[in-house]
């Protein structure tokens, strides 16, 4: 099944989509809160919204994230990405991101929708796209192994993780981060694809062998395979869980697929900012096999408040 968080008509449903047509739970209810009741109970008011609710057309609606995840883990699983940005500042891959997959917490409140508009970060003089797949979790679980990982991951949305380069290459430098070079935008959609959809596409490795594709106003930028992560998102699962727990709703992210997957990685092996940061008017245009595709413009964005330098103490 897909599941589908949308506003129609002025009033924010969610519901299954099925034949370009949404078909609205019965009842107003939050998509997230059926993920916490199980996907039993999830899957009973899909096929309830199938037969008995009235469809809306999806052109007749705006599309907002699935669902508004309790927690968003960004992962670096894409070899050829890691390379590519780490060529741009005379580096390579270090070894220590081969022995776990490395991830960050960004900021769950940035989600927005398949379709909306993507102001740049206030700041911000390079701005990126990263096409990514994000796993939802769909039962909390706490040590697992990648093998009963499998069971508490519900389905696949597509994530964009918007990224201020500059802002990002700056905060950095500090040894933390990334902070406000990630903390404005990061699209999810169009919908929540069930994990049953999906494993036709599994090769013999466990991973999803998936076509992904980006294009910025129409012309392709990055093509890549899913399936050329270094690691499954099962076992991105049981590392998350490592020592702690993991609960429905969360979200897991790839990681920037290779081979164009953001400009970052091309800006690296060119040695110039070719092609050129994203400007208001861009469109960026993402496509995965087997989800579906979004697409967002870039808009103005607004100037930072000013801030005062730290106060040197020695």
């Known amino acids: 099944m897909k599941f589908a968080s949308f506003v129609h008509d002025g009033k924010r449903q969610s519901g299954v989509v099925a034949d370009d047509q949404l078909h609205p739970f019965e009842h107003p209810v939050d998509l997230l809160d059926l993920i916490v009741e199980g996907e039993e109970t999830l899957r009973a008011w899909g096929a309830r919204a199938l037969t008995a609710s009235l469809p809306v057309l999806l052109s ?19 070899e050829s990405h890691v390379e590519g940005v780490a060529q741009g500042y005379g580096d390579t891959v270090p070894e220590e ?8 917490f960004t900021n769950p409140y940035a989600m927005i929708g ?10 911000c003089g390079r701005f990126d796209f990263e096409l990514e797949v ?8 706490r040590d697992l192994t990648s093998e009963q990982a499998r ?6 949305t597509i994530l964009n993780d ?25 699209t999810l959609g169009p919908w929540l694809v069930t994990a049953d959809e999906l494993e036709p596409h599994r090769d013999a490795d466990g991973l999803l062998d998936l076509a992904l594709t980006v294009a910025v106003n129409g012309e392709t930028v990055g ?37 164009g997957g953001c400009l ?41 408040v000013p801030l005062p330098p730290a106060r040197r103490r020695r």
């Open 60 to 78: 007749d609606a705006r599309l907002l994230p699935p669902l508004q995840p309790p927690t968003v883990r960004d992962y670096m699983t894409f």
């Open 97 to 104: 991101w081969y022995a776990a997959p490395a991830f960050y």
């Open 114 to 123: 398949a379709h909306d508009d993507v102001p740049v970060p206030p700041g």
């Open 134 to 141: 994000a796993g939802v979790i769909g039962q909390a679980g």
């Open 151 to 156: 069971d508490h991951i519900l389905g696949y």
């Open 162 to 186: 918007w990224s201020a380069r500059d802002l990002q290459g700056r905060e950095m430098r500090v040894k933390l981060g990334p902070a406000k070079g990630k903390d404005s935008s990061t």
């Open 223 to 259: 093509q890549d395979r899913l399936n050329n992560m270094a690691w499954t998102f099962e076992e991105m699962a049981a590392y998350a869980s490592r020592g702690t727990w993991i609960r429905p709703g969360d979200v897991l992210g790839s990681g920037t697929c290779g081979n």
């Open 264 to 304: 970052a990685e091309l800006w690296g092996r060119h040695g110039i900012l070719e092609p050129p940061p994203l400007l208001p008017g861009d469109s960026v245009t993402m496509t995965v096999e087997g989800i579906g595709t979004i697409s967002n413009t870039v808009i103005e964005g607004v100037a930072p």
